[in-house]
């Protein structure tokens, strides 16, 4: 599986080539995308679709939406083009998929912008209440796509396998035994930037993406693409 991640509206090559080149190399069975496809301050949907159509050809694609997608007024036209092309948008549902006999239920949540006026406690209770609905225990291996790694404690409560995330940008500044300098929604040297965290039985992913944002830059903090390998 390619975790795709943040890419906000960020080019890489004529017709998106290198980007899409580089996730074929990695032959996925799956590709994710968790949030933030587009950039709500300059969105050219025809810029994202060019990168999606050229993914579709080799690996279905699995999206969630971010804050971007919640704050621009061209998701409505980004979500029926991503429909059209063939593109699983799950937005607080589930689907099941197997993989060399394997059940996963993957699970994608809805970008908690999308609610409005709930502050972080009731985005917490909202969150947990959804994962509570659509959580099976029947399956193999159960897997999260969630843009917003800082509800990692309702991940865990919730005893999922995997959860992919992003949002953080890595930090955007990556300091020396110190690690991340600030997140949306975490502030300052947030607890969940970039890599892989564990509690309990659970392990989230926090990627820190591809695109650049509010802050226009990135140090020591290279963009990357996140390959997830399932084994027995």
Request: avoid cysteine.
């Amino acid at each position: 599986m390619v975790q795709v991640s943040d890419v906000h509206n960020a080019s890489f090559g004529s017709q998106q080539h290198k980007l899409i080149d580089r996730i074929k190399k990695e032959s996925p069975d799956i590709i994710a995308i968790t949030g933030d496809l587009i950039d709500s301050s300059h969105t050219d949907v025809e810029a994202a679709m060019t990168l999606i159509r050229g993914l579709t050809d080799f690996a279905p694609i699995y999206f969630i939406t971010g804050n971007h997608e919640a704050w621009t007024h061209q998701y409505a036209d980004l979500k029926q083009q991503l429909l059209e092309a063939g593109v699983f948008i799950l937005e607080d549902t589930d689907t099941i998929i197997e993989v060399n006999d394997v059940s996963i239920q993957l699970i994608g949540l809805s970008d908690p912008d999308f609610t409005g006026g709930l502050d972080v406690i009731e985005r917490e209770g909202f969150l947990s209440k959804k994962l509570e609905q659509l959580i099976e225990t029947k399956h193999d291996y159960s897997i999260v796509l969630s843009h917003r790694p800082e509800f990692f404690d309702v991940y865990t409560s919730s005893g999922v396998d995997l959860v992919l995330t992003g949002h953080a940008h890595g930090g955007q500044v990556r300091l020396p035994f110190l690690g991340g300098l600030v997140a949306p929604n975490q502030g300052l040297f947030p607890d969940y930037s970039e890599g892989v965290y564990e509690r309990d039985k659970t392990r989230m992913v926090v990627s820190r993406g591809l695109g650049n944002s509010i802050i226009p830059l990135r140090i020591n903090n290279r963009p990357e693409l996140v390959v997830v390998r399932l084994g027995s």
